[in-house]
C-alpha cells in the first residue's frame, strides 16, 4: 500500500499501489495524469522545552501549588477546630 496515492486514484478514492504510473492509471489508459504531489514532511515536536528554563519554571509552579495546598488545608483544619 502505498503512502500516499495518484491523484487520480485520490480523486476517485480508491486504493493506489504508488508506481509510477499506478497499476490503476494504467489500466484506465490515465498514465498520462498519473502523478504524485511532493507533500513536505511534519517537523517533529520537541520532547523537551525549548527553553531550558522553563522546565525550571514548571518545577516552581508545582512546588507553590504544593504549598498553597498545604496552607488551605492548614486554614480548613484550623476553622474546623
Not at 12 to 19: I, L, N, P, S, V
Not at 29 to 46: A, D, G
Request: net charge negative; with cysteine.
Amino acid at each position: 500500500m502505498a503512502r500516499l496515492a495518484c491523484l487520480p486514484c485520490r480523486k476517485a478514492h480508491t486504493r493506489c499501489d504508488g508506481f509510477d504510473p499506478c497499476v490503476r492509471c494504467v489500466n484506465r489508459n490515465q498514465i498520462h495524469i498519473c502523478s504524485y504531489l511532493n507533500r513536505k514532511k511534519r517537523e517533529p515536536v520537541p520532547s523537551e522545552p525549548e527553553n531550558p528554563g522553563d522546565s525550571k519554571l514548571v518545577a516552581e509552579l508545582f512546588e507553590g501549588t504544593l504549598d498553597m495546598d498545604l496552607f488551605v488545608s492548614s486554614v480548613i483544619e484550623d476553622l474546623s477546630n
